[in-house]
Structures are given as structure tokens and as C-alpha cells.
């Protein structure tokens, strides 16, 4: 497998059980810097599961354990010297429903901001409408920044989720379905926007529309049972798959 | 022949059953609409009675069948009543000009009387100043939601999303059990432990006072106060902490800064709830609080309440006479209140936080 991007994320034998039962099977993959990589594969094969393990997700889940090695720029995110607040700084999550706090649309982008330090009031203003232009939602609420973010609609809202998470300033962004409860024209501008984020983050996308997955990522890993069966560029993995399951997936033979 | 469609339902139980539920909520709401109108109809008659001096009780007489247990004050000046003031039932250096005034009627106005500030219901010249009254209601309530409403939400905030499970799994319980405690209990540990730790502590001159008071009505308070609170913040959706986390925000950041506002509507409810609650509660309030009528704001002054004060003097009150009727206006006032407690959360503070969180 061919990589002119240096590594960000790599996991070696990397597995996760929850309490006794193990929801994935030593996964050993290369994430690589400033591109989209995509999981696809059936629910319940683990992929999110992976996803949450990136940036410590998963702890919020009575007895899930992670074993073996996962590690972002070298550093095992496991390890015990790990500040968990810092380490999800550095990666946001946009999730598969929007949600939004129950404030306003200017409080929910500086909710993240301001958990550490004090912001200056202007500094707050310019990173507010940077992140909503990143996001392609400043020319839509740019009137009503004062206004509820419940009031949105459910594009606006995942895009306001979007512009959050950016906010923060993160290097990499996990993106748990983001699309699945969206219309397909929001769909659609979130995915524009996944491919003019890739140029400054690293993006890891969960998906079940294997559309979606061939449009917008340049990685692809297939998972099943836990497993991660085959991870490749992704014009490669839809086209020649090495792997019989994957081809049966992709082909829509099951799943 | 009727379309399948088109022919009626018969299930008779059911409707039976729809019957005897609407005629329960029916009956609960017509006692509660009855009460009301008593409460008022008591009330009134302190108003519209033109002697004022006398007790209302004389025009009721015939209608009522108490007649020896009457108060008639021209039997009681027959009395042999001893020109000197005595001390226990007033102790106020004004009082020793009630001699003079014995063979006058009673002038004052009913609204005279009320605007006093001393609270001297049984004399020969009454005093129903309600301004003791409404300071002890005012500080004791004060003192107990300023310790009830913190010490629940915080419990609350701790164990909807610090305590581990097995902690939280007692202490939930734990704290509701103090709810169905009654309340002569908590009532009887105040004016027994309470007051002397707060003695021995603080050094007060009274051993019973308002703050002893406002200790005892924070224990009624503080399980109203945290099963409304936690309840609002477990229904706060999961995924809104996960969303915080994911921001890098500490589990503090995360209950203090989005779920405490994302629950705020059900949190101030509950803080009404338990104002409504020290305001009302009368047990605690008759044991813990020194029940002396004093026109003081200082905590460690005894205090009485307005549901005290019915409390104790309502078994004691002469059927149908100003005094009386003065009971009924407290009990008019507090009703007056918590309904305006309530109808405020209701329509205006509930109505203000919706919209500040759905945006609408």
C-alpha cells in the first residue's frame, strides 16, 4: 500500500472488549495525515467501537476495556500519562445526532473554547465566525447567533455540531455517522465540507452508505464481526477488492 | 347492513371504567375548588362583619349549635378581670393603658389591626399585627431554601453523574426515605439536637430560634428539591454529555455547564416546590422556631410562621370570632401564595427558559 501522507493514526493488535465479551479483534491499521479514511461495513461490527477508541470515547461505557496498541502522533492514547481532556481537544467528534447544547448558536461554539481558559471577547467573535464559515453555516445564522440552536434545522444543526468541533481547533475529527439522519441535500453539503476540511484535519468517517464512502474518502477500511477485514485507498477497495467478504459486501451480496 | 367500519363499539367495561376515572378527577378537583371557597368564605367574614368589636360569633349563634362554648365579651367585663396587665399574655409596656379603655368599645377598624406589629390575638384589645407573622414566615423560609435548594442539587448533581452506582443506588433512596419522614420527628430532633448544637456553636440567646427553624425546614426541603432535580437531570439526554466530553470539557464542566441548564426548567420547579413547602409545613415550624412573634430580621430571634400560627391557635380559637377569621386570613394569604408560586413557575418562568432552550 503506496502512502506519500505520513502517518497520524496507528493501531497494532489493537482490541476492545466490553466486560467479558470482545468487540473487536486485534485491528492493526494506518491512518494517515490530512485525508479521509472511511469504515464501512454492517451495524455491530465494530467500526464505531473503533472510532470511540481514538479519542477515549469508549471509558464513558461501564467495562470497556482497550488492549494493545493505539496510538495518535506515536503517542498511545491509552497510556496512563494521557490527559484525557487534552487528548480530546486534539480530537473532535461529530456524532450521528446533532446535538446541539441548549444554548445559543454563538455559546455552542465557544462552549468548547472557553472550558479552559478566559477568551477575549473579540478573540471569541473572530473564532465563532471562522468556524461557522468553515462549516458553511455563517451566511445562514450570522443574524441569529444569539438565538437557540434548537431552533435550527437538523442540517443546520449537525454543521453547527461540524463548526464546534472545529472550533476547538483539533487535528483530527471523528465523524460517527454524521449523515444518517440528514436529507440528501444537507447530506450532500456535508460532505463538500468533509472534503475542504481534509486539507487542514484528519478525517475519520463512519458510515453505512458506501456512496458516501467511495464519494469523499481516500482511505477505506471494510470491518466485519470485529474484525477489520481489509483497509486500502479506497478506489482500490471498491474496485479490486483482495477479499471475498469484501467484495460480497460491497456488491450488496449481504449486509 | 352496516359496513364492518361503521358499526359502534361495545365494550361496556371500558366505558365503566373511562366513567369512574372522570368522576375520581372530577371529585379531587371539586374538593379542591370546595376548600378554596371555604378557606375564603372565612375569610370574608372578618371583612363585611360591621361590629367590629364584637365577635362575629353573635349572629351566628342561633345557626350553630355551640351555644356555651360562645365568647360574649359583656360576660367576660362581669368578670372580676384584674386591673393589672398580665404579663404573660402581652408583656408590653403599652398594654397598661388597657385599664383605661376597658369600657370603650373597640374602634379600630379590622385593617387597623392588621397593620400592628405585634401579633396579641386573646386580650381586651386584640392585636392581630400580621408583620411579626410575615417576617418569621419571610426569614425561616429564606433560611431553609438558602440550605435546602443547594444541599439538593448539588446531591443531585452528584449522584445523576459522579456517584458511582452501587453509591448512588443507596443514596437515592436514602434521601427520598426523609421525605416520608414525619415531620413531629425531624420536628422533635431539631428542638432537641439541632438547637443545642446550634447553642453550643454559635452562642445564641434564644434556643430556639428562626435559624434552628430554617435548619429543621431545610430537612423537609432538601428531599423535594433534590428527587425533582435529579428526575429533570436523568431525563436530560445522555448523548448531551457525551457531546461535552467529546469537547474535551471535565465531567464538572460537563454537569455544571450543560446539563444543570439543560435541566434549569425542572430545577427551578423544583426550588418552588420546596419554598412551597417551608412556607406550609407547620410541625417543624411550631417546634423549632421558638414560635414567638418578633418583629426582627436577626436569625437567631425566634420567628412565627403563618402556618404555625394556625397550627397552634386554631384548636383554641373561639368559634366564628375575629381571631378566627384572622386564622382564616393567614390561611387565605398562604394559599394566595404558593398558588402565585406556582402559577409564576408555570406560565412565566418555564414559558422564558423553553424558549431560551428550544428557540422558539
Given at each position: 500500500?503506496?502512502?506519500?501522507?505520513?502517518?497520524?493514526?496507528?493501531?497494532?493488535?489493537?482490541?476492545?472488549?466490553?466486560?467479558?465479551?470482545?468487540?473487536?479483534?486485534?485491528?492493526?491499521?494506518?491512518?494517515?495525515?490530512?485525508?479521509?479514511?472511511?469504515?464501512?461495513?454492517?451495524?455491530?461490527?465494530?467500526?464505531?467501537?473503533?472510532?470511540?477508541?481514538?479519542?477515549?470515547?469508549?471509558?464513558?461505557?461501564?467495562?470497556?476495556?482497550?488492549?494493545?496498541?493505539?496510538?495518535?502522533?506515536?503517542?498511545?492514547?491509552?497510556?496512563?500519562?494521557?490527559?484525557?481532556?487534552?487528548?480530546?481537544?486534539?480530537?473532535?467528534?461529530?456524532?450521528?445526532?446533532?446535538?446541539?447544547?441548549?444554548?445559543?448558536?454563538?455559546?455552542?461554539?465557544?462552549?468548547?473554547?472557553?472550558?479552559?481558559?478566559?477568551?477575549?471577547?473579540?478573540?471569541?467573535?473572530?473564532?465563532?465566525?471562522?468556524?461557522?464559515?468553515?462549516?458553511?453555516?455563517?451566511?445562514?445564522?450570522?443574524?441569529?447567533?444569539?438565538?437557540?440552536?434548537?431552533?435550527?434545522?437538523?442540517?443546520?444543526?449537525?454543521?453547527?455540531?461540524?463548526?464546534?468541533?472545529?472550533?476547538?481547533?483539533?487535528?483530527?475529527?471523528?465523524?460517527?455517522?454524521?449523515?444518517?439522519?440528514?436529507?440528501?441535500?444537507?447530506?450532500?453539503?456535508?460532505?463538500?465540507?468533509?472534503?475542504?476540511?481534509?486539507?487542514?484535519?484528519?478525517?475519520?468517517?463512519?458510515?453505512?452508505?458506501?456512496?458516501?464512502?467511495?464519494?469523499?474518502?481516500?482511505?477505506?477500511?471494510?470491518?466485519?464481526?470485529?474484525?477489520?477485514?481489509?483497509?486500502?485507498?479506497?478506489?482500490?477497495?471498491?474496485?479490486?477488492?483482495?477479499?471475498?467478504?469484501?467484495?460480497?459486501?460491497?456488491?450488496?451480496?449481504?449486509? | 347492513?352496516?359496513?364492518?367500519?361503521?358499526?359502534?363499539?361495545?365494550?361496556?367495561?371500558?366505558?365503566?371504567?373511562?366513567?369512574?376515572?372522570?368522576?375520581?378527577?372530577?371529585?379531587?378537583?371539586?374538593?379542591?375548588?370546595?376548600?378554596?371557597?371555604?378557606?375564603?368564605?372565612?375569610?370574608?367574614?372578618?371583612?363585611?362583619?360591621?361590629?367590629?368589636?364584637?365577635?362575629?360569633?353573635?349572629?351566628?349563634?342561633?345557626?350553630?349549635?355551640?351555644?356555651?362554648?360562645?365568647?360574649?365579651?359583656?360576660?367576660?367585663?362581669?368578670?372580676?378581670?384584674?386591673?393589672?396587665?398580665?404579663?404573660?399574655?402581652?408583656?408590653?409596656?403599652?398594654?397598661?393603658?388597657?385599664?383605661?379603655?376597658?369600657?370603650?368599645?373597640?374602634?379600630?377598624?379590622?385593617?387597623?389591626?392588621?397593620?400592628?406589629?405585634?401579633?396579641?390575638?386573646?386580650?381586651?384589645?386584640?392585636?392581630?399585627?400580621?408583620?411579626?407573622?410575615?417576617?418569621?414566615?419571610?426569614?425561616?423560609?429564606?433560611?431553609?431554601?438558602?440550605?435546602?435548594?443547594?444541599?439538593?442539587?448539588?446531591?443531585?448533581?452528584?449522584?445523576?453523574?459522579?456517584?458511582?452506582?452501587?453509591?448512588?443506588?443507596?443514596?437515592?433512596?436514602?434521601?427520598?426515605?426523609?421525605?416520608?419522614?414525619?415531620?413531629?420527628?425531624?420536628?422533635?430532633?431539631?428542638?432537641?439536637?439541632?438547637?443545642?448544637?446550634?447553642?453550643?456553636?454559635?452562642?445564641?440567646?434564644?434556643?430556639?430560634?428562626?435559624?434552628?427553624?430554617?435548619?429543621?425546614?431545610?430537612?423537609?426541603?432538601?428531599?423535594?428539591?433534590?428527587?425533582?432535580?435529579e428526575d429533570a437531570l436523568s431525563a436530560v439526554p445522555k448523548s448531551l454529555r457525551a457531546a461535552s466530553l467529546a469537547l474535551g470539557s471535565s465531567e464538572w464542566?460537563?454537569?455544571?455547564?450543560?446539563?444543570?441548564?439543560?435541566?434549569?426548567?425542572?430545577?427551578?420547579?423544583?426550588?418552588?416546590?420546596g419554598v412551597g413547602r417551608a412556607f406550609g409545613e407547620t410541625m417543624i415550624a411550631i417546634m423549632a422556631t421558638g414560635n414567638a412573634p418578633m418583629v426582627s430580621w436577626a436569625a437567631a430571634t425566634p420567628a412565627r410562621t403563618f402556618a404555625a400560627t394556625i397550627g397552634s391557635e386554631?384548636?383554641?380559637?373561639?368559634?366564628?370570632?375575629?381571631?378566627?377569621?384572622?386564622?382564616?386570613?393567614?390561611?387565605?394569604?398562604?394559599?394566595?401564595?404558593?398558588?402565585?408560586?406556582?402559577?409564576?413557575?408555570?406560565?412565566?418562568?418555564?414559558?422564558?427558559?423553553?424558549?431560551?432552550?428550544?428557540?422558539?
Amino acid at each position: 500500500m503506496a502512502k506519500e501522507y505520513p502517518t497520524k493514526i496507528s493501531a497494532r493488535d489493537f482490541s476492545v472488549f466490553y466486560g467479558p465479551k470482545q468487540a473487536l479483534f486485534d485491528i492493526s491499521l494506518q491512518i494517515p495525515q490530512n485525508r479521509v479514511t472511511a469504515f464501512i461495513g454492517p451495524s455491530g461490527c465494530g467500526k464505531s467501537t473503533f472510532l470511540r477508541s481514538i479519542n477515549r470515547m469508549n471509558d464513558l461505557i461501564d467495562g470497556a476495556t482497550g488492549q494493545g496498541a493505539l496510538t495518535v502522533d506515536g503517542i498511545d492514547v491509552y497510556d496512563k500519562s494521557v490527559n484525557v481532556s487534552v487528548l480530546r481537544r486534539k480530537i473532535g467528534m461529530v456524532f450521528q445526532k446533532s446535538i446541539p447544547f441548549p444554548k445559543s448558536i454563538y455559546e455552542n461554539i465557544t462552549y468548547g473554547l472557553t472550558l479552559l481558559e478566559k477568551v477575549s471577547r473579540s478573540e471569541l467573535d473572530h473564532i465563532v465566525e471562522q468556524s461557522l464559515r468553515r462549516a458553511a453555516l455563517w451566511d445562514e445564522v450570522k443574524d441569529r447567533l444569539h438565538h437557540s440552536a434548537m431552533g435550527l434545522s437538523g442540517g443546520q444543526q449537525q454543521r453547527l455540531c461540524i463548526a464546534r468541533a472545529v472550533a476547538v481547533n483539533p487535528e483530527i475529527l471523528l465523524m460517527d455517522e454524521p449523515c444518517s439522519a440528514l436529507d440528501p441535500i444537507s447530506t450532500g453539503k456535508v460532505e463538500e465540507l468533509i472534503t475542504e476540511l481534509k486539507d487542514t484535519y484528519t478525517i475519520v468517517l463512519v458510515t453505512h452508505n458506501m456512496q458516501q464512502a467511495a464519494r469523499v474518502s481516500d482511505y477505506t477500511g471494510f470491518f466485519l464481526m470485529g474484525r477489520l477485514i481489509e483497509f486500502d485507498r479506497t478506489r482500490t477497495l471498491f474496485t479490486s477488492p483482495a477479499k471475498k467478504e469484501t467484495e460480497d459486501y460491497i456488491t450488496g451480496r449481504f449486509g | 347492513m352496516l359496513h364492518p367500519f361503521q358499526q359502534p363499539q361495545r365494550r361496556p367495561l371500558e366505558t365503566l371504567a373511562e366513567w369512574s376515572i372522570r368522576a375520581v378527577a372530577s371529585v379531587s378537583i371539586v374538593v379542591i375548588f370546595l376548600i378554596f371557597l371555604f378557606v375564603f368564605r372565612e375569610t370574608l367574614s372578618l371583612f363585611v362583619s360591621t361590629d367590629h368589636g364584637q365577635p362575629v360569633a353573635d349572629d351566628v349563634t342561633g345557626q350553630m349549635d355551640d351555644g356555651p362554648e360562645v365568647y360574649n365579651p359583656p360576660q367576660l367585663e362581669d368578670l372580676d378581670v384584674p386591673e393589672v396587665y398580665n404579663p404573660e399574655t402581652g408583656g408590653l409596656p403599652e398594654t397598661s393603658s388597657t385599664g383605661q379603655q376597658q369600657e370603650q368599645p373597640d374602634e379600630r377598624t379590622v385593617w387597623e389591626k392588621l397593620f400592628h406589629d405585634v401579633w396579641q390575638p386573646v386580650g381586651e384589645q386584640p392585636k392581630f399585627g400580621l408583620l411579626p407573622l410575615i417576617i418569621g414566615t419571610a426569614k425561616t423560609t429564606f433560611i431553609a431554601i438558602l440550605i435546602g435548594a443547594p444541599l439538593g442539587i448539588l446531591a443531585a448533581l452528584y449522584t445523576a453523574f459522579f456517584a458511582p452506582r452501587r453509591l448512588r443506588n443507596v443514596i437515592k433512596p436514602a434521601i427520598e426515605l426523609l421525605a416520608g419522614f414525619p415531620s413531629v420527628v425531624i420536628g422533635f430532633f431539631c428542638l432537641v439536637t439541632v438547637a443545642t448544637f446550634v447553642q453550643e456553636t454559635l452562642g445564641v440567646e434564644f434556643r430556639l430560634n428562626a435559624l434552628v427553624g430554617g435548619i429543621g425546614l431545610s430537612l423537609a426541603v432538601i428531599p423535594i428539591v433534590y428527587a425533582i432535580t435529579e428526575d429533570a437531570l436523568s431525563a436530560v439526554p445522555k448523548s448531551l454529555r457525551a457531546a461535552s466530553l467529546a469537547l474535551g470539557s471535565s465531567e464538572w464542566q460537563t454537569a455544571y455547564r450543560v446539563m444543570l441548564p439543560a435541566a434549569a426548567p425542572g430545577v427551578i420547579a423544583a426550588v418552588i416546590l420546596g419554598v412551597g413547602r417551608a412556607f406550609g409545613e407547620t410541625m417543624i415550624a411550631i417546634m423549632a422556631t421558638g414560635n414567638a412573634p418578633m418583629v426582627s430580621w436577626a436569625a437567631a430571634t425566634p420567628a412565627r410562621t403563618f402556618a404555625a400560627t394556625i397550627g397552634s391557635e386554631m384548636g383554641e380559637v373561639v368559634w366564628g370570632s375575629e381571631h378566627y377569621g384572622v386564622l382564616f386570613l393567614l390561611g387565605t394569604l398562604l394559599f394566595v401564595v404558593s398558588f402565585s408560586l406556582n402559577a409564576l413557575t408555570e406560565l412565566y418562568v418555564k414559558k422564558r427558559l423553553i424558549k431560551r432552550f428550544q428557540g422558539k
